[in-house]
């Protein structure tokens, strides 16, 4: 709702300073300024110039992996029994509706220990979602997360299934990575406080450009002037400044050198934060950025992650799409050696032979004190050779 009033209120102003066509102050387009000059216009005043990619946008896992709390948004049901999540005979935790709001309600014996409104979500709920609360202007955790592959509501990955547990607290790098941009401040207790005011939910289209207030004043004020300005598009950067606008979120989670949101696309990501060593194992649940880096396919051409993503469009699960891009650089018939002996259309599919879906070793999702957890699944970015997973996916097509 808050996301559609300020939507408005942009949009308007853009309007404003196309009519008056009067050379306009950055900051009258900007919704949030930051230290140093540089403001945000948000996401709906790009939307003039550039519907397309606006439009497609709308619909992408980046965009929606971070939200407020409405109906559309909560993937979980509130549904009369199919709202609760129950630790033991004892222990329960209740997700209740009233009008507007949503809340997780923690019963111990049959009696309410605490209940809180859910206040941010975080995932597009292709693999799952996790719920945070205000408490003032700090954010917590709360106890119970959804996961898609059983479309249900599951306890929060890494919490123990023995308790309720309301106080996690949420550092700003969560929203760094699920966000554009959330103004927030470290306490001398180490406790992290946000402008509820100044956070823009999703990744969004200045996320991956930078703060765009001035690319949107100019042009507004000089509309036949077709040379952009005042913006950042990767493409134009070197190899490893295109990477790292990726790696920011997609190498695993990093050693934080300077404060979430100080670095912008184009700058050198080592210069505000390091890949950790415990990503070293290239785990797949991520790090797209270190398993590409380690395939042969990276290392003997100048791919990066465009190369086979338009990050414009959702073009998940789209196997075919994918195989194409892969002959940009594989054109020739006789590139795959595998030969397959059932009439199998090697095209339509490189990617489950090549790229397989792996189970995450980090990422695991305990259902209740009887049942095993449950891993994720993500697609390894190591382009390799796998017999075994060939095998399985050969198999199944039998
Ligand atoms: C008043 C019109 C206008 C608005 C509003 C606008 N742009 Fe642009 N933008 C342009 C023009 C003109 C160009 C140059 C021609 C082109 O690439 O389409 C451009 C180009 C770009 C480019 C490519 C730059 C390059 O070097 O290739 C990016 C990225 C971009 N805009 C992002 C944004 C974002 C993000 C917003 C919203 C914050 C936005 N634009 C709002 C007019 C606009
Ligand atoms: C600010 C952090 C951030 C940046 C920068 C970022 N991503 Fe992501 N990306 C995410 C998050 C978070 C998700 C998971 C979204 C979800 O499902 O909730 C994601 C998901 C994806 C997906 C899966 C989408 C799907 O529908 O299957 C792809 C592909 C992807 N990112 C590619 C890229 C590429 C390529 C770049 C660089 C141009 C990039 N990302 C930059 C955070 C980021
Ligand atoms: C370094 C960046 C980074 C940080 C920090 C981070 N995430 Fe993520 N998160 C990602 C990326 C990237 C994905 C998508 C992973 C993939 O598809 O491999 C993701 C996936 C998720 C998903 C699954 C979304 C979906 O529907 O697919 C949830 C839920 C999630 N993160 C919650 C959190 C929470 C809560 C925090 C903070 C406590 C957090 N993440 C911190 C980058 C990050
Ligand atoms: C996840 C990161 C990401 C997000 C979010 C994103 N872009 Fe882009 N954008 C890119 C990348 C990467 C390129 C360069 C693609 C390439 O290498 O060809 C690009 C290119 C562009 C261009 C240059 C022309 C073109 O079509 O390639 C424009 C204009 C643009 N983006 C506008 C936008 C606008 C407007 C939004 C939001 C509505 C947006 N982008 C959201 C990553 C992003
Ligand atoms: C930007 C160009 C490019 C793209 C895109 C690309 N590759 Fe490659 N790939 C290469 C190069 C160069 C090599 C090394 C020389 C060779 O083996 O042909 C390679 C090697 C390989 C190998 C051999 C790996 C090994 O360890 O022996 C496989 C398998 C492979 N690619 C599959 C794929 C698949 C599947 C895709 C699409 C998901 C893909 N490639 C996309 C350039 C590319
Ligand atoms: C059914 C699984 C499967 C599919 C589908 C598949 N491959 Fe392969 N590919 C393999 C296996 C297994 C090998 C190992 C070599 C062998 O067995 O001869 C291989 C080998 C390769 C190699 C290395 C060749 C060399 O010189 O060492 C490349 C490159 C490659 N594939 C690319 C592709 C591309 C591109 C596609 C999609 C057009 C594709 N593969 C589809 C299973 C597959
Ligand atoms: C050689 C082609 C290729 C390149 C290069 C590539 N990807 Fe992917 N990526 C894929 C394919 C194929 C998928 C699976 C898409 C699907 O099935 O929905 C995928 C899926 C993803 C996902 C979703 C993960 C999941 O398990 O659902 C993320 C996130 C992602 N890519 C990020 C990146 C980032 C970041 C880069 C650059 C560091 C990158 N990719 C480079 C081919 C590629």
Request: some cysteine; proline content about 5%.
């Amino acid at each position: 709702m808050r996301y559609i009033i300020l939507s408005s209120i942009v949009t308007l102003i853009v309007l404003g300073s196309i009519m008056c066509t009067t050379t306009q102050p950055a900051s009258k387009a900007s919704i949030i300024e930051l230290p140093g000059g540089k403001a945000f216009a948000g996401a709906a005043a790009c939307q003039s110039c550039h519907q397309d990619i606006y439009k497609d946008t709308r619909h992408t896992a980046h965009f929606l992996t971070s939200s407020l709390p409405d109906a559309e948004h909560i993937k979980g049901s509130f549904v009369f029994g199919k709202n609760k999540f129950v630790y033991n005979e004892d222990m329960e935790v209740v997700m209740s509706r009233m009008a507007n709001k949503f809340y997780q309600t923690g019963y111990v014996n049959g009696m309410p220990t605490q209940k809180e409104a859910f206040g941010v979500v975080i995932g597009s709920g292709r693999m799952g979602q996790t719920y945070l609360y205000w408490s003032g202007n700090h954010l917590f955790q709360l106890p119970i997360s959804y996961f898609t592959p059983i479309h249900d509501w599951a306890n929060s990955p890494g919490y123990s299934i023995n308790y309720i547990r309301f106080n996690r607290p949420v550092p700003a790098s969560c929203i760094e990575c699920h966000g554009t941009y959330a103004e927030a401040q470290i306490l001398p207790d180490n406790s992290t406080v946000y402008n509820k005011q100044k956070i823009l939910y999703g990744v969004d289209c200045e996320r991956c450009h930078g703060p765009g207030a001035a690319h949107v004043a100019y042009h507004a004020a000089h509309p036949a002037d077709t040379v952009p300005q005042y913006i950042v598009n990767t493409a134009r950067l070197d190899r490893q400044l295109r990477l790292d606008a990726c790696a920011l979120c997609h190498s695993g989670i990093r050693n934080m050198i300077q404060p979430a949101f100080s670095y912008q696309v184009g700058q050198h990501l080592n210069e505000y934060s390091t890949e950790n060593p415990s990503n070293g194992q290239l785990d797949v649940h991520g790090n797209q950025y270190g398993l590409l880096t380690a395939s042969k396919c990276f290392k003997q051409s100048q791919m990066d992650c465009s190369s086979c993503h338009n990050v414009h469009k959702d073009e998940a699960k789209n196997p075919r799409l994918f195989s194409d891009r892969c002959m940009n650089c594989h054109a020739r018939k006789d590139t795959c050696t595998f030969r397959p002996e059932n009439g199998l259309v090697l095209a339509n599919n490189c990617i489950d032979c090549h790229m397989p879906a792996m189970a995450s070793a980090k990422i695991t999702f305990k259902m209740d004190q009887h049942k095993e957890a449950i891993p994720d699944l993500v697609r390894t970015h190591r382009v390799a050779i796998y017999p075994e997973e060939t095998k399985a996916f050969v198999d199944k097509l039998h």
